[in-house]
């Protein structure tokens, strides 16, 4: 027999800062489950570098920060949320001061530095040194072990969101989730009165990633299937500064170095982002992203350089210890020599579609933190408004979840996972192969610079793709692996379908086919609805 269902009252899929600030704010009032793919702290958020957005100092304003996020988002920011991320970004802070985040003091000014990154006009980046994301994760993972209505569960995968409408009720809502223990290979069903989708994005779905391997794009695929809708596919971020080298595996390189001086080189040792933005290392990530790619294809170069070694030794170890400790790890001295860097797939700006409460299309299913499209991103998203948009809508999901706990029927009895009619697959490496090839096609074909050609090309690989993988995933018990794959190919062919659909360049979208941004008419969102029944 299968194992028995669990039941809870909030489901949360992911346990990096939107899954735990939404799990923290809800638990007092109700029972929460929060599901980990990998370790409990295993998470985008982990990696996270550089810091978070607020307007912390008195000559900053909100104004400022929304002004500076549409400037960066190309003009397809929501105004209306980009303004209540802003004004609810101090509050957000305090609330990881008072969890015991340990953020960076400024001991001059007598409060918390604050730096400044990309597209921002003022220093308003509060963080924890170079590794603000791990403080955070370690924590609140930390707050979450002591809290009593809290049960985490490391190591399981979800399979996909069980609906009424799976169930043969009419009205159709979210009541749970089955998900695979990825050491014992058994399913087994959670309902739930409320899920969370926290699963981040979908970066791993490109060969070259500053993610962890977890970044499949499991919540984005499974609300597609659930019936949900997804927005702006075609704006991935690729983050411009990662570590070259054939040894490191993802590793960030913190845009807070170009904020604090670091300059871009060519093997030559020549300045070149001037050329591209007078903002030169302080633009967009798109613009220096695709500056880069400009450079290394021009000259055929593996890789170029960033320089901070032109400040003194303490103020680079003293506020980039990781990255300091990363690099001599590997042979560089980032005091005394430039660091290779290479650009890789970063953030996924578009996502399942949510309004100003994280409520998806599906009842009772809520999507926060990379997953969710908020709209606050645009075409292009500003740094360090990533964890921002993460606590902010955690925040959001759990206040609407308190609101409606008087008034949500407890979920119905789920059926046991059916694996009667499938087998033990004896063809692993169909997995490995498409695996490969998917991230190979995509990174070529719908990386930093698209063309038609190119897009159709990827559309005619990824439509073979998803037909084997249905094929696959019907005939043989799921792995996690299989389960990774089926996702990325569903992600893969949103974000192509996407960005078949965007005839321009804008923001992170840049093709040679429509190299000019179109403003003869307002910028639209591109929106995917689901075939009903898909």
Same mark, same amino acid.
């Given at each position: 027999?299968?194992?028995?269902?669990?039941?809870?009252?909030?489901?949360?899929?992911?346990?990096?800062?939107?899954?735990?600030?939404?799990?923290?704010?809800?638990?007092?009032?109700?029972?929460?489950?929060?599901?980990?793919?990998?370790?409990?702290?295993?998470?985008?958020?982990?990696?996270?570098?550089?810091?978070?957005?607020?307007?912390?100092?008195?000559?900053?304003?909100?104004?400022?920060?929304?002004?500076? $996020?549409? !400037?960066?988002? %190309?003009?397809?920011?929501?105004?209306? =949320?980009?303004? #209540?991320?802003?004004? &609810? /970004?101090?509050?957000?802070?305090?609330?990881?001061?008072?969890?015991?985040?340990?953020?960076?003091?400024?001991?001059?000014?007598?409060?918390?530095?604050?730096?400044?990154?990309?597209?921002?006009?003022?220093?308003?980046?509060?963080?924890?040194?170079?590794?603000?994301?791990?403080?955070?994760?370690?924590?609140?993972?930390?707050?979450?072990?002591?809290?009593?209505?809290?049960?985490?569960?490391?190591?399981?995968?979800?399979?996909?969101?069980? $609906?009424? !409408?799976?169930? %043969?009720?009419?009205?159709?809502?979210? =009541?749970?989730? #089955?998900?695979?223990? &990825? /050491?014992?290979?058994?399913?087994?069903?959670?309902?739930?009165?409320?899920?969370?989708?926290?699963?981040?994005?979908?970066?791993?779905?490109?060969?070259?990633?500053?993610?962890?391997?977890?970044?499949?794009?499991?919540?984005?695929?499974?609300?597609?299937?659930?019936?949900?809708?997804?927005?702006?596919?075609?704006?991935?971020?690729?983050?411009?500064?990662?570590?070259?080298?054939?040894?490191?595996?993802?590793?960030?390189?913190?845009?807070?170095?170009?904020?604090?001086? %670091?300059?871009?080189?060519?093997?030559?040792?020549?300045?070149?982002?001037?050329?591209?933005?007078?903002?030169?290392?302080?633009?967009?990530?798109?613009?220096?992203?695709?500056?880069?790619?400009?450079?290394?294809?021009?000259?055929?170069?593996?890789?170029?350089?960033?320089?901070?070694?032109?400040?003194?030794?303490?103020?680079?170890?003293?506020?980039?210890?990781?990255?300091?400790?990363?690099?001599?790890?590997?042979?560089?001295?980032?005091?005394?020599?430039?660091?290779?860097?290479?650009?890789?797939?970063?953030?996924?700006?578009?996502?399942?579609?949510?309004?100003?409460?994280?409520?998806?299309?599906?009842?009772?299913?809520?999507?926060?933190?990379?997953?969710?499209?908020?709209?606050?991103?645009?075409?292009?998203?500003?740094?360090?408004?990533?964890?921002?948009?993460?606590?902010?809508?955690?925040?959001?999901?759990?206040?609407?979840?308190?609101?409606?706990?008087?008034?949500?029927?407890?979920?119905?009895?789920?059926?046991?996972?059916?694996?009667?009619?499938?087998?033990?697959?004896?063809?692993?490496?169909?997995?490995?192969?498409?695996?490969?090839?998917?991230?190979?096609?995509?990174?070529?074909?719908?990386?930093?610079?698209?063309?038609?050609?190119?897009?159709?090309?990827?559309?005619?690989?990824?439509?073979?793709?998803?037909?084997?993988?249905?094929?696959?995933?019907?005939?043989?018990?799921?792995?996690?692996?299989?389960?990774?794959?089926?996702?990325?190919?569903?992600?893969?062919?949103?974000?192509?379908?996407?960005?078949?659909?965007?005839?321009?360049?804008?923001?992170?979208?840049?093709?040679?086919?429509?190299?000019?941004?179109?403003?003869?008419?307002?910028?639209?969102?591109?929106?995917?609805?689901?075939?009903?029944?898909?």
């Amino acid at each position: 027999m299968p194992p028995e269902p669990v039941t809870c009252d909030v489901l949360i899929l992911g346990s990096g800062a939107a899954g735990l600030s939404a799990a923290l704010n809800v638990a007092d009032r109700a029972s929460v489950l929060v599901v980990s793919k990998g370790s409990l702290a295993e998470s985008c958020t982990l990696y996270a570098q550089g810091g978070i957005a607020a307007v912390l100092d008195a000559g900053d304003s909100i104004d400022s920060h929304v002004n500076d $996020t549409q !400037a960066a988002g %190309g003009g397809m920011c929501h105004e209306d =949320v980009v303004r #209540y991320t802003a004004e &609810r /970004a101090p509050d957000a802070i305090q609330w990881l001061i008072d969890m015991g985040v340990p953020f960076t003091l400024d001991e001059e000014h007598s409060g918390y530095h604050l730096t400044r990154e990309g597209g921002h006009s003022h220093r308003r980046i509060i963080h924890a040194a170079d590794a603000t994301g791990r403080a955070i994760e370690q924590t609140l993972l930390e707050r979450a072990r002591q809290h009593g209505n809290i049960t985490l569960l490391d190591q399981h995968i979800a399979v996909d969101l069980i $609906t009424t !409408a799976k169930l %043969g009720q009419a009205q159709n809502r979210c =009541v749970g989730a #089955y998900v695979l223990d &990825r /050491a014992s290979g058994r399913v087994r069903a959670i309902a739930a009165r409320f899920v969370v989708l926290a699963t981040g994005g979908a970066s791993k779905v490109y060969l070259y990633t500053s993610n962890p391997d977890l970044a499949t794009g499991d919540g984005i695929a499974m609300a597609w299937r659930a019936g949900c809708r997804v927005a702006n596919m075609e704006f991935i971020q690729f983050h411009p500064t990662c570590l070259y080298h054939p040894k490191a595996r993802r590793f960030l390189i913190t845009e807070a170095i170009r904020g604090e001086g %670091g300059r871009l080189l060519l093997p030559s040792g020549e300045p070149f982002m001037q050329c591209f933005d007078p903002r030169g290392e302080l633009a967009p990530r798109d613009i220096v992203a695709r500056a880069i790619d400009h450079e290394m294809k021009r000259l055929g170069a593996e890789h170029l350089l960033l320089d901070i070694s032109h400040r003194p030794a303490e103020f680079i170890t003293n506020h980039f210890p990781t990255v300091y400790q990363t690099c001599l790890h590997y042979g560089i001295d980032i005091t005394r020599e430039p660091i290779p860097i290479v650009p890789a797939a970063h953030f996924t700006c578009g996502g399942v579609m949510t309004d100003l409460h994280a409520r998806t299309d599906l009842a009772n299913l809520y999507a926060a933190g990379e997953t969710a499209f908020t709209g606050l991103h645009g075409a292009n998203r500003m740094a360090s408004n990533s964890l921002l948009e993460c606590l902010v809508f955690g925040q959001a999901a759990a206040d609407d979840i308190c609101s409606r706990l008087d008034d949500v029927p407890a979920p119905p009895l789920l059926p046991y996972w059916d694996e009667s009619r499938v087998t033990d697959s004896d063809e692993e490496v169909v997995v490995s192969h498409n695996w490969e090839e998917l991230r190979r096609f995509m990174w070529d074909y719908v990386g930093i610079v698209r063309t038609n050609k190119r897009l159709e090309r990827a559309k005619r690989r990824i439509d073979l793709l998803l037909g084997e993988i249905a094929d696959y995933y019907g005939n043989f018990r799921v792995t996690n692996d299989l389960l990774e794959l089926r996702n990325l190919a569903t992600v893969a062919d949103l974000i192509i379908r996407s960005a078949m659909a965007r005839k321009e360049s804008r923001g992170l979208h840049y093709t040679l086919d429509y190299p000019q941004r179109d403003d003869t008419l307002p910028p639209q969102d591109t929106i995917l609805v689901p075939r009903k029944g898909a």
